[in-house]
């Protein structure tokens, strides 16, 4: 049964002197790692898909790196990387052009920050690289091995330390080695030793021993503040823890001890290794350092990858971004176009169809049209015939003798009239009478006086008036 | 850095610039004529439908159509040209007003209104006499055989006692033939 498919951002991977291959990833805040036999076995993961990593990042020992401490007027981390490209020539008797370095932070002062530099030919690094490179993986993150441990033992014993201080690390990688390194002050100060012996049971005194010289290299203040961190097989890390406070015992000083469980690997052809997969805890330690050290926002000072190599991938992943991005929009533009052509191909065809429907029955139902708008206009030609004639027999009829019409305007409409008059009246009231003397009309029962004044004449005076009235629904 | 921070800044007004005039080239050059094709034959297909339903009603109406179109169609048969009808139309109205004691002050031929299937033939009459003879030629307008119709009736007293001034607006409904139709 093959390891599940992994599909992840980082992925850190380190070679081991064997020949296998250790690859470690955060998969939902889970850290998990596995090891290759081979590195065929690695490129066959890779070529069926069930690795898919977007960055890589590897670690170059920290043998191959020329480490010195400087003392910069820097802020920040990214003011003193600018100011050592300047020190670099006073540092290292090689062309500048020929060495890649990247930097950490080691202890700050005010207005002075102190960092660790490491240096690195570039032939030396491309050496490194080449194996890498030879299994298809193109490292974006490169960290000298010792930065990834100190990070790995730093971030696995920060919830178990009571508070920050100094810290020493032991990692037993197997039965007959060790890897141990240190902090001196409250920053990272790599100091790796790898220890080996041919008697199992001599290693932890040695070990031992070891821890007590780094405890003494200590500034007395922060001596007993020191933190041992011991990972590891069990029965390595317990006799260590034991034989160290059997010691501490005997000293005045007494420290505090931790003992961390190593990264978990898991085999990828069965799921599980063989009992000796303790072998691998070194490469799995640093590979989960490296992948610390990758969310850091640090990265790109400590990265020992040429800015160079960095620009033209940057160029290269923008370059396929714009690219896939213009392809895709003309793909949604295609797609939006084709919907727009589909639809109006939709309502052509619906058009064609309501078409062929009208064709047989046009001149039939234009004829009737024909005849309808004919009738309609006759009948209102003829709507309501008599009507004025009706209106003059009311008038006639309901006028009192009093008003005499002057003017009279009618309006004929297809339901009804509007009808104006103007008349005269000997008085005011009689004016006003008038509405109520055609309250019995038919037809102009309706008649209101819209304005009537008094006009002086000779030998008195007479009333002048004007009426309205419309007619509905007749 | 501040250098930098300006080319940034350029290279970003310089992305959303190349974005939106590509944008707005997609938008005119691509999207646009479809969305503009789209609405026409919307538009095409809407008065098609609108015909077709019209034209369905039409068929269920025929029968009634009919019927009431051959009661009419004698008041409202063509006979001749526009001119030929003015002028028929004319002598109907003098044959009205000619045995009424009144004068006739103006006669006026107003545009003819023409329709799809008709045209509608207007004048102006304006006459003075005494208010029964004016009356009497109301009569004879409202009981014409003819579909002819007073659209407008203004009357103004005169100083002769029972005398009046009129002015009439008569109108004619004449069917056009189907050559004039077309």
């Known amino acids: 049964m093959k390891a599940r498919k992994i599909r992840t951002d980082w992925g850190a991977l380190s070679l081991a002197h064997d020949g296998s291959v250790v690859f470690c990833a955060q998969q939902n805040s889970t850290l998990s790692c596995i090891r290759f036999d081979s590195a065929e076995q690695f490129m066959e993961a890779i070529k069926s898909r069930r690795l898919l990593v977007k960055k890589w990042a590897v670690a170059v020992p920290r043998r191959s790196c020329i480490l010195k401490s400087l003392a910069l007027p820097a802020s920040d981390l990214s003011e003193a990387a600018r100011m050592i490209e300047f020190e670099l020539p006073s540092l290292v008797p090689v062309p500048l052009e020929e060495v890649v370095y990247g930097c950490t932070v080691l202890s700050k002062q005010p207005n002075m920050l102190n960092v660790l530099v490491c240096i690195l030919k570039l032939n030396t690094l491309n050496q490194h690289l ?147 997969a303790d072998t691998h805890v070194l490469e799995a330690v640093v590979a989960a350092g490296l992948l610390d050290l990758a969310k850091s926002s640090n990265v790109p000072f400590f990265n020992l990858l ?81 009507l004025i004639t009706q209106i003059f027999q009311e008038l006639y009829e309901y006028t009192p003798n009093n008003i005499s019409i002057s003017e009279l305007r009618i309006l004929p409409e297809r339901s009804g009239a509007s009808i104006e008059i103007k008349g005269q009246a000997d008085l005011l009231s009689s004016a006003f009478e008038y509405t109520d003397a055609m309250r019995e009309a038919a037809l102009l029962k309706q008649i209101q006086i819209v304005n009537a004044q008094q006009i002086p004449r000779l030998g008195g005076s007479v009333v002048e008036f004007q009426a309205r009235c419309v007619i509905r629904d007749h | 850095m501040v250098t930098a921070a300006k080319n940034s800044r350029e290279k970003l007004l310089g992305a959303v610039v190349v974005v939106i005039v590509a944008g707005l080239l997609t938008f005119t050059l691509v999207v646009n004529p479809q969305l503009k094709e789209r609405a026409l034959r ?141």
């Open chain 2, 42 to 182: 919307l538009e095409r297909m809407n008065q098609l439908e609108l015909k077709l339903t019209k034209m369905k009603g039409d068929l269920l109406a025929k029968e009634r159509i009919d019927d009431i179109y051959s009661q009419i169609e004698p008041l409202i048969a063509a006979n001749g040209t526009e001119q030929q009808e003015i002028s028929l139309f004319t002598r109907e109205l003098s044959n009205l007003y000619s045995r009424l004691n009144v004068k006739i002050l103006s006669v006026k031929i107003l545009p003819i209104s023409n329709e799809e299937f008709y045209r509608r033939l207007a004048v102006k009459v304006e006459m003075s006499g005494h208010i029964r003879s004016i009356l009497d030629f109301i009569l004879s307008v409202e009981t014409y055989r003819n579909p002819i119709r007073i659209e407008r009736l203004d009357l103004r007293a005169q100083e002769i006692v029972d005398n009046i001034r009129a002015s009439f607006l008569i109108t004619k409904v004449v069917a056009k033939t189907e050559t004039q139709a077309d």
């Open chain 1, 130 to 276: 080449k194996p890498y490179r030879d299994i298809g993986v193109e490292p974006h993150l490169v960290i000298f091995d010792s930065l990834a441990i100190q990070s790995w033992f730093n971030s696995t014993s920060s919830t178990s330390r009571a508070a920050p201080g100094p810290l020493i690390g032991v990692l037993v990688n197997t039965s007959r080695s060790v890897v141990l390194t240190s902090v001196k002050g409250n920053f990272h100060k790599g100091n790796e030793l790898t220890l080996s012996g041919t008697d199992t049971a001599i290693l932890p005194r040695e070990i031992v021993q070891e821890i007590s010289n780094q405890l003494e290299e200590l500034p007395d203040i922060l001596k007993n503040k020191a933190v041992i961190v011991i990972a590891g097989t069990e029965n390595h890390t317990s006799q260590i823890r034991n034989l160290f406070h059997s010691k501490s015992r005997d000293a005045t000083v007494a420290n505090e001890t931790a003992v961390v469980s190593s990264p978990e690997i898991t085999c990828y052809t069965n799921g599980k290794c063989e009992p000796d």
């Open chain 1, 306 to 386: 040429p800015q160079e190599y960095l620009g033209r991938f940057r160029r290269k992943t923008l370059l396929f971004n714009c690219l896939f991005a213009a392809l895709a929009l003309l793909m949604s533009i295609s797609f939006f176009w084709l919907c727009l052509w589909a639809m109006n191909r939709r309502i052509e065809s619906k058009s064609n169809r309501i078409a062929s429907q009208i064709a047989p029955i046009e001149s039939i139902a234009g004829n009737v049209d024909k005849k309808r708008q004919r009738v309609r206009a006759i009948q209102n030609q003829l709507a309501n015939r008599g």
